[in-house]
């Protein structure tokens, strides 16, 4: 994962919240939909996803306890997992509904950009509906036809998971 | 439609544990997992009266403080300055507010914000305002925090206890003590808990997640995703030639060797190159310090170990401790923790949270498809509560039973040690133990006996348990 971006050069160009804005509702909705192949091509090669658990502040992911620290082999584990009949805890899918607002372009460091959102996504699944507060903490990176995940990171505004909310889905 | 319960009265009369030796058959009746009054006769008979798994030592250094809840009661675990572990029932004396209302923090006090009453971290009472309208001082100190009745520690693992009527810690533990310090013996430094708790709920009763825990026959089926996954990691996961022991007073062992793969002391693909060297390394280093056949108990084989009633040991690719809290007969709260090797290299720590988050916890690539078992489960024995045909409101765990009481461990891919855990579930809830059709054999069917290169000391354990109270009280 050291050579992260070889494949795709970055870029310096200006990005307005309105691109950022465009580029995660149209993310929502691919989740959405279940089209995980597509997701996937959100991330650069060698991209990572993060949710830490719901009391670890800023803790590192390699420091502490995590729901979710996917490298990219990961990731893209996760992606197949989901995509396999066989993943019992998403077959039949959860239905997933997702709002996304107060985007915000927090700091811009060459090509890459630290954006920061709130998310509100509802899951329904056998029988029951849960809500997921929380903010987006993504790094990206700028390219000269897109944008592209680095890091994202889902931060629960939880102090839990209540029942039945475990994440088989992406958050 | 005027009762809350979705389902008739639990027939009381059917049996709950039904183990038949003639069929070799063993059922739990489905009114185990979802009975109002049997999650009322646990709370009162086992999380009561039994050892709990409050938390880890290395949780706290001096003043800091974490709210745990045990049996539904809620608790302040803390260390005062002098280094002393204490856990406060978390309610103040008073007027029984809960006295802590944060979840984890440093501080000497705790202070009731209703009345300003102000106490010591070692129990003490700091302050009550205006104390002249009491009898005297002694009234006051007499008003100081309760405490569980028993606390003790084994190798850094904290227990409480709500009554004093229970056997000192280390007997409660017996032939599972050795497997906890093996833990402890893993890395020269000690290990240390992880910031971090996954805490998350199920809607599962608790007594599923134990046999789950438990059961090597659902490996392959549920985890087809995750085992795909190792594959192509170039790591290849055999169910052969592994077994399942049960330790007694409920307790119980799955001795996996093949699932490998354990960081810092069994390499794999997976983990990379420099793992390997360090690996090397490190074996070297336990060879020295534990001598061959210890550091091969405690470094080649991985360990699922269940303490009962609240504890799981999941010492495989990493360490995760779990721990279980029944909050209703189809609601249990669940507690995770990462257990590390101290002062580990940036670059393994790194590695094993990968690693071990993959695996286990509410967002990993196996886990979720366990807790779609329990909640599966639970939705689904509803189908026969309360159906005419009693015989079809038992759940079956006869797996591999015919190796129960000849002395024959059993395959972790069979289901003995659930067949333990409720043996002594029925007769520690007050159910009087299992009900036997035919003739049991005659060698009892536990404890199991342990491999043959059994830890040190733990030959002397079983030979007290195969004469001890439990075994011939039935």
């Known amino acids: 994962m050291t050579a992260l971006d070889t494949a795709l050069p970055g870029s310096t160009r200006t990005v307005t919240r309105a691109e950022v804005e465009d580029f995660l509702f149209a993310e929502a909705a691919l989740l959405d939909a279940q089209r995980y192949e597509e997701w996937l091509g959100l991330f650069v090669e060698g991209g990572r996803f993060e949710i830490p658990t ?5 803790t590192p992911a390699s420091q502490g306890g995590y729901f979710v620290c996917d490298d990219w082999d990961l990731l893209r584990a996760r992606v197949k997992r989901l995509r396999s ?28 950009l630290s954006v920061a959102a709130n998310f509100l996504v509802h899951r329904a699944r056998d029988g029951h509906t849960n809500a997921f507060p929380g903010r987006y903490a993504h790094r990206l ?3 000269e036809d897109g944008l592209r995940f680095r890091l994202r990171r889902s931060v629960l505004a939880l102090e839990r998971l209540e029942a039945g909310a475990r994440l088989s889905f992406i958050l | 439609m005027t009762s809350p319960s979705p389902h008739p009265a639990p027939d009381a009369a059917a049996p709950l544990v039904v183990q038949d030796w003639e069929r070799l058959s063993f059922r739990v009746h489905r009114r185990a997992y979802r009975d109002a009054d049997l999650f009322a006769a646990e709370r009162a008979r086992i999380w009561e009266r039994t050892w709990l798994y409050l938390g880890h030592e290395t949780e ?11 049996g539904g009661r809620p608790l302040i675990f803390t260390r005062d300055a002098k280094g002393e572990l204490h856990a406060f029932l978390n309610s103040c004396p008073h007027r029984g507010t809960v006295l802590c209302r944060e979840t984890q923090g440093t501080s000497k006090h705790f202070n009731c914000f209703y009345h300003a009453w102000a106490f010591h971290n070692t129990g003490e009472v700091a302050a009550i305002p205006d104390p002249s309208a009491y009898a005297d001082e002694e009234y006051k100190a007499s008003m100081r925090l309760r405490e569980v009745a028993r606390l003790e520690v084994f190798e850094g693992f904290v227990f409480v206890s709500f009554t004093d009527d229970v056997p000192p810690l280390v007997d409660h533990l017996g032939p599972a003590a050795d497997y906890m310090r093996m833990i402890g013996e893993q890395h020269v430094a000690g290990m240390e808990v992880l910031p971090g708790t996954q805490l998350y709920g199920v809607r599962g009763n608790w007594k599923l997640a134990v046999e789950n825990a438990m059961d090597g026959y659902h490996f392959s089926p549920t985890h087809n995703t995750f085992v795909g996954y190792l594959r192509e990691s170039g790591f290849a996961v055999d169910d052969d030639d592994q077994y399942a022991y049960n330790l007694g007073n409920g307790h119980s062992l799955l001795i996996l060797t093949g699932h490998g793969g354990r960081i810092s002391m069994l390499w794999e693909p997976r983990f990379g190159e420099d793992e390997r060297v360090r690996t090397a390394e490190h074996r070297r280093e336990m060879e020295q310090r534990l001598g061959s056949e210890r550091a091969h108990l405690v470094a080649d084989e991985s360990h699922i170990l269940f303490v009962f009633p609240n504890l799981l040991l999941f010492d495989l690719e990493g360490l995760s ?46 886990t979720p498809d366990d807790i779609e078992a329990y909640e599966a489960v639970q939705r689904g024995i509803e189908a ?10 038992y759940s079956d765990m006869s797996r591999g039973m015919a190796d129960d009481g000849t002395g024959r461990r059993g395959r972790s891919t069979d289901e003995g040690a659930m067949r333990g855990f409720w043996r002594h579930w029925a007769t520690v809830v007050g159910a009087g133990g299992p009900v036997d059709v035919g003739t049991p054999p005659a060698g009892h069917p536990e404890p199991t006996p342990l491999p043959s290169k059994r830890p040190h000391g733990l030959d002397e354990i079983l030979a007290g348990l195969e004469t001890g109270n439990e075994v011939a009280a039935r």
């Open chain 1, 54 to 58: 719901t009391d670890a502040g800023d």
């Open chain 1, 85 to 112: 009949r066989k993943a019992h805890a998403e077959n039949p899918a959860s239905l997933t509904h997702r709002m996304i607002a107060n985007v915000r372009l927090l700091e811009r460091d060459g090509d890459e």
């Open chain 1, 141 to 143: 990176l700028v390219t």
């Open chain 2, 60 to 70: 706290l250094g001096p003043n800091d403080f974490k709210v745990r809840t045990l």
């Open chain 2, 321 to 366: 401790i779990r721990q279980l809290e029944p909050v209703a007969p189809g609601h249990t709260d669940v507690r995770a923790w990462q257990l590390a090797p101290r002062g580990e290299d940036p670059a393994v720590r790194d590695l094993r949270m990968r690693t071990m988050v993959s695996f286990v916890g509410p967002g990993g690539l196996a």
């Open chain 2, 384 to 393: 026969t509560a309360g159906d005419g045909r009693a015989e079809l409101d």
